[in-house]
């Protein structure tokens, strides 16, 4: 199983980015679909998790700013960004609980990030 972010770059502030993962490979269900992030110097924090039903979570930084969504279909996560600041500025990392048929649970796997920038 792969997860693959893209979506980073450069904004200014005020500004919107829209992050996506695909996650690939010998999936058969996917559980939670998460982003973290890790700014320079700090730990890596959860910033947005969803359920396979659907339910969201925030952390308290980004409530209001930023929405996760996911396309079950397609095994992909979204976080869409607005109202960006510069303290948002990290690599961002999507995270996934994928169920392995062969050992019969869920095993949590990581993606690769993507760098945003928010800056003037």
């Known amino acids: 199983v792969q997860l693959q972010a893209s979506g980073g770059g450069l904004v200014q502030p005020g500004g919107s980015l829209r992050l996506s993962c695909v996650a690939s490979?010998?999936?058969?269900?996917?559980?939670?679909m998460n982003w973290y992030h890790q700014a320079p110097g700090k730990q890596r924090e959860l910033v947005a998790t969803?359920?396979?039903?659907?339910?969201?979570n925030y952390a308290d930084s980004v409530k209001g700013r930023f929405t996760i969504s996911r396309d079950t279909a397609k095994n992909t996560v979204y976080l869409q960004m607005n109202s960006l600041k510069p303290e948002d500025t990290a690599v961002y990392y999507c995270?996934?609980?994928?169920?392995?048929?062969?050992?019969?649970?869920?095993?949590?796997?990581w993606g690769q990030g993507t760098q945003v920038t928010v800056s003037s």
């Open positions: 995270n996934a609980d994928v169920f392995n048929i062969h050992e019969l649970r869920y095993r949590n796997h």
């Open positions: 490979g010998s999936i058969s269900r996917i559980n939670s």
């Open positions: 969803i359920t396979s039903r659907g339910v969201t």
